[in-house]
């Protein structure tokens, strides 16, 4: 009982991280929409700051589109396991992550069908998404 307890509680903290999260190629509109008003904003870098719930969400956006979209938890822990497992479903779409080998510092994930890329730092606890760039391999 006490593990189904467990699980259950576990399952709860990760809902509200899943149920919404910012897209690559959302508009600032529909950002706000799903997380409010900006905290802070860096109108010459194009760049938003979101708080919701447990986590800061950093957006940059080109051409009022995002293109890239960093999580962090606000109490500046790292992300736990499940955590990150939760943000890499929910930004799969229709292709899954691949995990790249690790580099100093950061654990890194592709998308097979080679669109995104996401990047979590162990240094700082920031999860970033952002389109993989045709320069890299």
Same mark, same amino acid.
């Given at each position: 009982m006490k593990a189904v307890?467990?699980?259950l509680f576990a399952c709860a903290l990760l809902i509200p991280?899943?149920?919404a999260q910012a897209r690559?190629?959302?508009?600032?509109?529909?950002i706000q929409e799903r997380y409010g008003k900006p905290v802070s904003v860096n109108k010459p870098a194009a760049?938003?700051?979101? +708080?919701?719930?447990? /986590?800061?969400i950093r957006v940059e956006y080109r051409d009022g589109r995002a293109v890239l979209l960093g999580y962090r938890r606000r109490d500046k822990q790292p992300m736990t396991e499940q955590e990150t497992n939760a943000a890499l479903a929910r930004h799969a779409g229709a292709s899954e992550w691949l995990a790249k080998p690790p580099a100093p510092g950061f654990r890194k994930w592709?998308?097979?069908?080679?669109? +995104?890329?996401?990047? /979590?730092?162990?240094?700082?606890g920031l999860l970033t998404f952002a389109p993989r760039s045709s320069a890299e391999s």
């Open positions: 307890s467990a699980l991280f899943t149920a690559l190629g959302e508009t600032q509109e529909q760049v938003a700051l979101h +708080r919701w719930n447990d /986590y800061y592709r998308s097979a069908d080679g669109a +995104r890329q996401a990047r /979590y730092s162990t240094v700082n």
